[in-house]
T-cell receptor, first 111, second 113 residues
Framework: TQLLEQSPQFLSIQEGENLTVYCNSS?????LQWYRQEPGEGPVLLVT?????EVKKLKRLTFQFGDARKDSSLHITAAQPGDTGLYLC???????????FGKGTRLSVIA | DTEVTQTPKHLVMGMTNKKSLKCEQH?????MYWYKQKAKKPPELMFV???????INESVPSRFSPECPNSSLLNLHLHALQPEDSALYLC????????????FGPGTRLTVL
C-alpha cells in the first residue's frame, strides 16, 4: 500500500512569512499533484509535477518533485491571508488507479 | 475549461429518503470519480467510472448506487442512509494521457438526519 506522509498537519503564520510543506513517501509515483481546498468547497488543482527534480512556480508558490519521485515540497513566499486553506498532496500512477492523498496541511495566514 | 459542476450544493435528507447527487463535465474526460470527504480528512475514493463503465468500487455499501448515463454525467443515488454518511461528496474527472490530474467539482454537502 502506498502512503504519503504530509507535514506539518497545521501551520499558523503571520502575513509576510515564508513556509514549506512536505510530502514524503517510500514509494515512487508517476506524478504528484498539489491541491488547495477551502472549507465546503472541492479541491482545486494547483500543479502537477512528473519529472524527478522538477521545479514549478505559480506566483509565490514553488513546487518541487524529488529526484527519486518519492517526495515533494510546496514553498510559499510572503504568505498572504488569501493563501489560507487546506493543502493536499496526491500521488498518481498510471491509468485510473486511485490517487493516494496525504492527510493535508491546514494553513492559516493571519493579517 | 476545467469545470466540473455538482448539484445540489447542499442536501438534507432523512434516513428513509431517496435522493440523487449529480455531476457533469464537458471537458471530454472519460474517467469520472466519486469521493467522500469527512471534516478535516482527505477525500476517500468511492467509485471510478472509465468509459461509462464502473471500474473501481471501494467496497462502498449498497445504499450508495452510482450511475453513469453518458460520458458527461455521473449520478450517485442515495437510499436508506445513516447519519454517519453525512459528509462532503465530491465528483472528479480525469483526462486521458495526462498523468493522474483530477479536476474536482465544488461538492455536495450532505446531512442525514
Amino acid at each position: 500500500t502506498q502512503l504519503l506522509e504530509q507535514s506539518p498537519q497545521f501551520l499558523s503564520i503571520q502575513e509576510g512569512e515564508n513556509l514549506t510543506v512536505y510530502c514524503n513517501s517510500s514509494s515512487v509515483f508517476s506524478s504528484l499533484q498539489w491541491y488547495r481546498q477551502e472549507p465546503g468547497e472541492g479541491p482545486v488543482l494547483l500543479v502537477t509535477v512528473v519529472t524527478g527534480g522538477e521545479v514549478k512556480k505559480l506566483k509565490r508558490l514553488t513546487f518541487q518533485f524529488g529526484d527519486a519521485r518519492k517526495d515533494s515540497s510546496l514553498h510559499i513566499t510572503a504568505a498572504q491571508p488569501g493563501d489560507t486553506g487546506l493543502y493536499l498532496c496526491a500521488g498518481g500512477n498510471s491509468g485510473n488507479t486511485p490517487l493516494v492523498f496525504g492527510k493535508g496541511t491546514r494553513l492559516s495566514v493571519i493579517a | 475549461d476545467t469545470e466540473v459542476t455538482q448539484t445540489p450544493k447542499h442536501l438534507v435528507m432523512g434516513m428513509t429518503n431517496k435522493k440523487s447527487l449529480k455531476c457533469e463535465q464537458h471537458m471530454g474526460h472519460r474517467a469520472m470519480y466519486w469521493y467522500k470527504q469527512k471534516a478535516k480528512k482527505p477525500p476517500e475514493l468511492m467509485f471510478v467510472y472509465s468509459y461509462e463503465k464502473l471500474s473501481i468500487n471501494e467496497s462502498v455499501p449498497s445504499r450508495f448506487s452510482p450511475e453513469c448515463p453518458n460520458s458527461s454525467l455521473l449520478n450517485l443515488h442515495l437510499h436508506a442512509l445513516q447519519p454517519e454518511d453525512s459528509a462532503l461528496y465530491l465528483c472528479a474527472s480525469k483526462r486521458e494521457g495526462f498523468w493522474n490530474e483530477q479536476f474536482f467539482g465544488p461538492g455536495t454537502r450532505l446531512t442525514v438526519l
